[in-house]
Structures are given as structure tokens and as C-alpha cells.
């Protein structure tokens, strides 16, 4: 029992951190398979080999097919895999956590659980977001009417500074195409931001679905992290993108977008971010070795692999 979870491959001190990594790598018309510790992607012009440690997010554009294999390694080495669609509108994600432990999931629980906490939280999101700005005292109507003020502020601030003409946000789920070329730049960052930040929320062990700006989707946490860093990364960089004109928009947002993140050392910061708002401080010795434990009574936990029968433990 105390070995559930166990993983042969390595262990999280032998994995590089998630704020070292590539923040994404994409992917097309291609194979991905494995060979040892590495995936391999195969298409007409050869094979290129992918350390899978130093991945952070895997991005499957259209005419990929990946191997069991290849996912396998993936998934113990935390990284993120995300299959995007023609325009990359369509998403899924996986991976599994760097940690072993179950630390900073129980934070972001206990303070998800208890509606004072849960917007506390959500202030410290703002005031992440928006330095110029004190959300304290704040209720959730007014950090909703500050957050889309401030957005639209952003979105005609990058049209002034790229020259790029902007009228409103559009956003088609079933048609990219139908939005113009700017819109259609800030859908593929947000899309790239979305599947970065799953790829951190998983490898740092926190639970996707409990958000404490969003709700009620399976991805709630993740939409929170990303829009961290919506109007200061995600776009800016679109704008940047759609400046150069309206032909393979969403191409040109990856490489923009993937530049300015690994400038930033912004999955490193990310990381920084959520334990500051979960007020979460790792223990030295903890996610260095699969540990499992038993609760009992007031509070107590006790060791597991053991049969207790009738001993009371407090």
C-alpha cells in the first residue's frame, strides 16, 4: 500500500523542474514515438529527437499521431500533451505531477473550501494582474467590472502601439476563420496559455477543476493561472503577431508567444505565483519519495502498509 503510485523511471529530484523547461514545443504532420528517454517525431524531411524532461507542454497539431510509448514516458516525466485542431480552437490536456506529494493540492483545497478564502484568493489574483490597482475589500461583481475594464484597455493600448486596427473581441468556437486576423491571434495565445498553465498545475500536483475566479469547468484553476498573465504575455504578443499581417496569424502567435515566455522564465514564475497565492511553503524533504499515510482520529496520521485491526491510534 505504501508503494501506490510508484514510478520507475526517475524520481522528482532527477526530473527538471517545471520552470526550466521549454514552456511548449509544436508539433505537425508527423509521428511521435519513443526511443529511451526521449520522444522522436518522424516526418518526410527525417527524424528529430526531444528530451522528454525538458518539455513543458506538448502541442499535437493537425496530421500528428502519437504512440502509447511516447505518452507513457511523457506522463512520467509531467509533461503537458495538448491536441490542438486546425486553428488550434480544440483542446485536451494531460500529464501527471513532478511531486509526489499531496501538499499543495490540500492547500489549494482548504483555501478553495471556505468561501472568505476562496476570495481572498481570487483579490490576490487581481492585484497579480492589475499592480496598479487594490482589489482589497473588493466583492466579485467589482473584481469582474475591473477585470473587463482593464482588458479592453489592453486590447485598444496593443492596437495603438502594432498600428493594428481592433474593433471588439470576437470569438467563433466552431469557425476560427469567421474572426479577423487580430481576433484570431488572441484565440491561438490564449489556446498556447491555457495548455502552458495545465501543463503547470499538473506537474506541481494542484487540482485543475477548483478555480477561485472561474467555476464549474473541469479546467477552472487553469483558466485562473492563465489569465495572469493574459494582458501583460498572451496579448501583447497576439498584436505583435497580427502586425505583421493577416497570413498564418497563428503560427507566428506561437513563436511570438513561446519567445517572450521563455524571456520571462515565466514557468518558473508561474510556479512562484500559485504557491504565493495559495500562501503554500514546500517542507525540504517533501516529493523526494513516494509517501503514503493513513488518517486517523483528531487529526492524527499513522504509517500505511499495516493492518491495524482494533488498535486505537490517537
Known amino acids: 500500500m505504501s508503494n501506490v503510485g510508484r514510478r520507475g523511471a526517475a524520481t522528482p529530484r532527477e526530473l527538471a523542474r517545471v520552470g526550466d523547461r521549454l514552456s511548449f514545443i509544436y508539433l505537425e504532420r508527423c509521428v511521435v514515438h519513443r526511443n529511451d528517454n526521449a520522444i522522436t517525431a518522424e516526418d518526410a524531411e527525417g527524424v ?19 504512440t502509447h510509448q511516447a505518452m507513457s514516458v511523457l506522463g ?8 490542438v485542431g486546425e486553428h488550434g480552437v480544440r483542446f485536451y490536456a494531460g500529464g501527471r505531477a513532478l511531486t509526489r506529494s499531496s501538499g499543495l493540492v490540500e492547500a489549494q ?31 466579485r461583481q467589482e473584481l469582474l467590472s475591473m477585470e473587463g475594464r482593464r482588458v479592453k484597455e489592453c486590447y485598444h493600448s496593443e492596437a495603438t502601439r502594432t498600428g493594428v486596427p481592433w474593433r471588439r473581441r470576437e470569438f467563433h468556437r466552431d469557425d476560427f476563420a469567421a474572426a479577423d486576423p487580430p481576433n484570431q491571434a488572441v484565440t491561438a495565445a490564449a489556446q498556447c496559455m491555457y495548455g502552458i498553465a495545465h501543463a503547470v498545475v499538473a506537474a506541481i500536483g494542484c487540482s485543475p477543476g477548483l478555480g477561485f475566479v472561474h ?20 496579448i501583447p504578443a497576439a498584436f505583435d503577431a497580427a502586425a505583421e499581417g493577416p497570413e498564418d496569424v497563428a503560427a507566428r502567435t506561437r513563436r511570438a508567444l513561446r519567445e517572450r515566455i521563455n ?36 487529526g492524527a496520521e499513522v504509517e500505511a502498509g499495516r493492518n491495524y485491526d482494533s488498535e486505537i491510534i490517537w
Not at 528529430?48 to 502519437?66: K, M, N, V, W
Not at 469547468?217 to 494582458?231: C, G, M, P, Q, W
Open 48 to 66: 528529430t529527437h526531444i528530451p522528454s524532461a525538458t518539455i513543458g507542454t506538448l502541442l499535437l497539431g493537425p496530421g500528428t499521431r502519437i
Open 76 to 83: 512520467d516525466s509531467g509533461a503537458g500533451v495538448v491536441w
Open 263 to 298: 524571456k520571462r522564465r515565466l514557468l518558473d514564475r508561474c510556479v512562484q505565483d500559485i504557491k504565493g497565492l495559495l500562501r503554500y511553503e514546500e517542507a525540504e524533504t517533501e516529493g523526494s519519495a513516494d509517501r503514503v499515510s493513513l488518517q486517523s482520529d483528531h
Open 215 to 234: 467555476s464549474g469547468h473541469e479546467r477552472s484553476f487553469v483558466l485562473d493561472v492563465a489569465d495572469l498573465y493574459k494582458t501583460e504575455v498572451a
Open 109 to 139: 483545497a482548504t483555501a478553495w473550501a471556505n468561501l472568505r478564502t476562496r476570495l481572498d484568493v481570487a483579490r490576490a489574483m487581481y492585484r497579480l494582474r492589475f499592480p496598479g490597482e487594490d482589489p482589497a475589500g473588493r466583492t
